[in-house]
Structure formats: C-alpha cells, structure tokens
C-alpha cells in the first residue's frame, strides 16, 4: 500500500507565502512525476505544478513566477513554496505520484487527501 500525506496548508494573508509538503510512503520501488493539482469551489480540477523524476519543473501560467515546486527523493516527499499568494490561489491542493510499487511491480497515480489553502485579501 503506499499514501500520500500533504501538510501546510492553512490560511494566509495575500502577498504572503505558504509552504506545501506531500510525503509518499509505503512499498514504493521508485517515483517518477509528482505534482500538484488543486480545486477552487465550482471549479475543476487543475494542473499546479509537476517535476518529473529527473526534476524537470512544468506550471500553469497563473502560478509562473511565485510558486516553485521542489522534491526530495531521499525523503520520497514534493513541496509546493507558495509566494505572493493572491485569493484566487484559494482552493484544496492535492499531492499527485506516478509510483512504481515493489510488489507487484506496476506503476499507478495516487492522489493525497487535499490540503486547504486560504488566501484572504
């Protein structure tokens, strides 16, 4: 089994800075992309930011220039550094993995809980 587990979210003034952290675990053989996504009310689903495996970085224009997305793979955990934060950042945030597992040995998307983020202006 493997999870993801997201913390840091929470609320901050516009203009501020915020930082998220997603923390893979369980029997994971290697993880390749990892991202962040995230969902405002009556919206849907989108892409944040992503870095592959070899850290190559992809953001959504609204992003570009104030969030920058980060991994570990010692620790198996990606960060989002959220800054100049606007209330249209407002939303949940999810952890994205593409993780293959050891065994059996096959490569799936997991998805973490989703962390609030609040940006009051």
């Known amino acids: 089994q493997v999870q993801l587990v997201e913390s840091g979210g929470g609320l901050v003034q516009a203009g501020g800075s915020l930082r998220l952290s997603c923390a893979a675990s369980?029997?994971?053989?290697?993880?390749?992309?990892m991202g962040w996504y995230r969902q405002a009310p009556g919206k849907q689903r989108e892409l944040v930011a992503a870095i592959t495996g070899g850290s190559t970085t992809n953001y959504a224009d609204s992003v570009k220039g104030r969030f920058t997305i980060s991994r570990d793979n010692a620790k198996n955990t990606v960060y989002l550094q959220m800054s100049s934060v606007k209330p249209e950042d407002t939303a949940v945030y999810y952890c994205n993995a593409d993780i293959i597992t050891k065994s059996p040995m096959w490569s799936r998307d997991y998805w973490g809980q989703g962390t609030q983020v609040t940006v009051s202006s």
């Open positions: 369980g029997s994971i053989f290697r993880i390749n992309a």
